[in-house]
């Protein structure tokens, strides 16, 4: 049974660059796209992007000129970096797989497994 | 860009069918998912590609998508289907959310 957790600051002053890992038990984080989503407080869910473990990515483009993500499949983890933090970037952050597919291969695929979640908070 | 959009909420008495749509131009062309969000919780995919249940999701829970709108049903709506649903689409190469929908059992 697959598990995702995230880990990371929970407190990111504005300015900085928000950095979370998602780390992957029961599975491997090869011929998947990961992903990670995140929920303002009170909000509803934002894609922020995804990566295959060959390196494709896809992000959101509104926060696309922010957003680096790297996937280490060695040690079954992914990460999210995002630049230039804001209160606006405030949010719980998810971390999931995509499962059932390839993205932009054949029938989509869609988000299966999902960590607990960890709220950032951008604030100094 | 692509949108989504969902009525914000839904209410059903206990026992009867509840039903949550999801309206997009042209979204029948598409493939729909939906995610139930109880509250503290992580997001849980309960229909994909429009139609299809993971294992472990009750088969009251089904899914349907042509024209402009997708729509998911739950028959014999139970307390515990209290939850925001979001419906999910792709556009190209980039994932959709719709803005959810909160579902009320009273």
């Known amino acids: 049974h697959v598990q995702l957790q995230e880990s990371g600051p929970g407190l990111v002053k504005p300015s900085e660059t928000l950095s979370l890992t998602c780390t992957v038990s029961?599975?491997?984080?090869?011929?998947?796209?990961w992903s990670w989503i995140r929920q303002p407080p009170g909000k509803g869910l934002e894609w922020i992007g995804y990566?295959?473990?060959?390196?494709?990515?896809s992000y959101n483009p509104s926060l696309k000129s922010r957003v680096t993500m790297s996937v280490d499949t060695s040690n079954d983890q992914f990460s999210l970096k995002l630049k230039y933090a804001t209160a606006a970037d405030t949010a719980v952050y998810y971390c999931a797989r995509l499962g059932g597919g390839i993205a932009g291969v054949g029938a989509p695929p869609y988000f299966d497994f999902w960590g607990q979640g960890t709220l950032v908070t951008v604030s100094s | 860009s692509y949108d989504l959009t969902q009525p914000p909420s839904v209410s059903v008495s206990p026992g009867q069918t509840a039903s949550i749509t999801c309206s997009g131009d042209?979204?029948?062309?598409?493939?729909v998912s939906w995610y139930h969000q109880r509250p503290g919780q992580s997001p849980v995919v309960v229909i994909y590609?429009?139609?299809k249940r993971p294992s472990g999701i009750p088969e009251r829970f089904s899914g349907s998508n042509s024209g402009n709108t997708a729509t998911l049903t739950i028959s014999g709506t139970q307390p515990l289907d209290e939850a925001d649903y979001y419906c999910?689409?792709?556009?190209?190469?980039?994932?959709?959310f719709g803005g959810g929908t909160k579902l009320t059992v009273l």
């Open positions: 029961g599975g491997s984080t090869t011929n998947f796209d």
């Open positions: 990566m295959y473990d060959s390196g494709r990515t």
């Open positions: 042209k979204l029948g062309d598409r493939f």
């Open positions: 999910q689409a792709w556009d190209n190469n980039y994932v959709i």
């Open positions: 590609q429009d139609d």
